[in-house]
């Protein structure tokens, strides 16, 4: 049950960090799938600051006290099968590029999403530096992800 800030924050934290979870495996098959070479770097690439995000994520657990327990996220489950049903019907695989970049715009959205939510509680519950700073941290490798994304259907 969700009755404070403090509980609120630590849903949406572990939300977030099983969602960093299953992109870190989700990626490196979306990867594989890509046709295009610069598409194949991104999620390649992507996929390291994906590891990275995770071990940030980790001490915030520890500074809050709380469990790094998956909470799953329905939007991922929705992103990822709406990619899985457009693929299945594809004819031509390069296609098959533009169904990936939507994923991932849609993905870089979700989480700059609940990096803000989870930046507005920290602001409301004073929380201290050591949350704060990777939380930005993380949103701001998520807006150059999405930029990133963006710029390879351009």
Do not use: C, W
Not at 60 to 89: K, Q, W
Request: hydrophobic share 40%; charged share 35%.
């Amino acid at each position: 049950m969700i009755e404070s800030d403090r509980d609120l924050f630590v849903r949406e934290l572990r939300e977030l960090y099983h969602i960093e979870r299953e992109l870190e495996e989700l990626q490196s098959g979306l990867a594989e799938a890509a046709t295009d070479e610069d598409l194949e770097e991104f999620f390649m690439a992507h996929s390291e600051a994906t590891t990275e995000q995770i071990a940030r994520l980790e001490p915030i657990f520890e500074g809050i006290e709380a469990e790094p327990a998956p909470v799953e996220n329905p939007a991922l489950e929705g992103l990822r099968t709406d990619r899985e049903e457009i693929v299945d019907d594809l004819n031509d695989p390069v296609l098959g590029d533009l169904v990936e970049t939507e994923l991932g715009r849609g993905i870089e959205r979700l989480e700059i999403t609940k990096l803000e939510t989870l930046l507005t509680l920290a602001d409301r519950m004073n929380l201290p530096a050591e949350i704060v700073e990777p939380l930005e941290t993380t949103k701001a490798e998520a807006e150059t992800g999405l930029d990133e994304v963006r710029e390879l259907t351009a």
